[in-house]
């Protein structure tokens, strides 16, 4: 197997659910050459595929629309991939789903670091997790 020392992978998907499966299925193969251990590979894929349920939930909830897609980015290098997602992200409001909070909760669990922006003239958030290699 050859081992990737930096890449680069992203993904900008229509923010419905028929996409769950298909950016897991994207960023399982993408790993696959990246020389990344079997836990990171699956917290990994998981942290993907809860960024784009929330997208889903946030953009379900507004009745005036919001963003259809959402962008999923990932950067490795020797040491750790770096997950980054973009859009309206219901775990950023509290009050909303319990269980989109609890994915953020185990997100901090999963990730070695962690950091979730709002920006407040857009509401566009942009959550950034860190997973060793």
Do not use: N, Y
Not at 3 to 12: D, H, K, Y
Not at 64 to 76: K, P
Request: proline share 4%; aromatic share 6%.
């Amino acid at each position: 197997m050859t081992m990737v020392e930096w890449a680069v992978f992203t993904a900008t998907v229509p923010v419905r659910v028929e996409q769950l499966a298909l950016i897991r299925a994207r960023v399982r193969g993408w790993m696959a050459d990246c020389k990344i251990t079997h836990r990171t590979r699956h917290d990994v894929v998981w942290a993907a595929s809860e960024a784009l349920s929330s997208a889903i939930d946030h953009l379900r909830s507004r009745r005036g629309g919001g963003s259809a897609e959402a962008t999923v980015t990932l950067h490795v290098d020797s040491e750790v991939l770096v997950l980054t997602a973009r859009d309206h992200f219901a775990w950023t409001d509290p009050g909303r789903d319990p269980g989109m909070v609890d994915g953020l909760r185990v997100m901090r669990e999963v990730a070695d670091r962690m950091s979730l922006t709002t920006d407040p003239d857009t509401d566009v958030s942009t959550l950034v997790a860190v997973f060793p290699r």
